[in-house]
């Protein structure tokens, strides 16, 4: 059974760099074609796909946000980490990783999101 | 703007069909497989389609198509608790960007 869980800080200030880590189970980012994405959705909003990392490190991040963005991954923790520099009010959203279905751009598997506001 | 279009609200009554749709171009559905993902009263999304393929555990009152550069969702037989958001998405090679439609409210009267 594939679970993932969002955590890190639920309020940030702007200009800081927030930093969110997604702990999974019942996969392995070693496995070839597996790979774990970050989407947000501010409140009211749309969802906003962020980044995306591969089980061979490969990194796609939202072109509107890479300059902010950074991805990383550590296997042996079943973990993925995202950072966001220089954050501002607008940053603020519910944020969620979510598992990428092999083979394909779906997500098949969301953790419960995590909500970050962010003051000014 | 999204990149991918949908219906701001859809409605219908139990037991009716629905057809959700979700208009793109040939950079985006008409290339790649669309994940279509439920969200009820802003918790986490679901996916219930992708492609014509159902997830395990969606009921199969779910199903899904395409047609060119539009996907659609269609609910047949509505049930009070299918009310959610529903979002599309999927790749687009020329923005080299995961692109969500806005989005459609869908309520069971």
């Known amino acids: 059974q594939i679970t993932l869980k969002e955590s890190g800080p639920t309020l940030v200030k702007s200009t800081q760099t927030l930093t969110l880590t997604c702990t999974f189970s019942g996969f392995s980012l070693s496995t070839s074609g597996v790979g774990v994405g970050w989407i947000r959705q501010p409140p009211g909003k749309a969802l906003e796909w962020l980044a995306l990392i591969y089980w061979d490190d490969d990194k796609r991040y939202s072109p509107s946000l890479r300059s902010r963005l950074t991805i990383t991954k550590d296997t042996s923790k079943s973990q993925v980490v995202l950072t966001l520099t220089n954050v501002d009010p607008m940053d603020t959203s519910t944020y969620y990783c979510?598992?990428?279905?092999?083979?394909?751009?779906?997500?098949?598997?969301w953790g419960q999101g995590t909500l970050v506001t962010v003051s000014s | 703007q999204s990149a991918l279009t949908q219906e701001a609200s859809v409605s219908g009554t139990v037991g009716q069909k629905v057809t959700l749709s979700c208009t793109g171009n040939?950079?985006?559905?008409?290339?790649?497989?669309v994940g279509w993902y439920q969200q009820i009263s802003h918790g986490a999304p679901k996916t219930v389609m992708f492609?014509?393929s159902l997830p395990s555990g969606i009921p199969d009152r779910f199903s899904g198509s395409k047609s060119g550069t539009t996907a659609s969702l269609t609910i047949s037989g509505l049930q009070p608790e299918d009310e959610a958001d529903y979002y599309c998405s999927t790749w687009d090679y020329s923005l080299s960007d995961w692109v969500f439609g806005g989005g459609t409210k869908l309520t069971v009267l």
């Open positions: 492609g014509n």
């Open positions: 979510a598992h990428r279905k092999s083979g394909y751009y779906i997500f098949d598997f």
């Open positions: 040939s950079n985006n559905i008409g290339s790649y497989t």
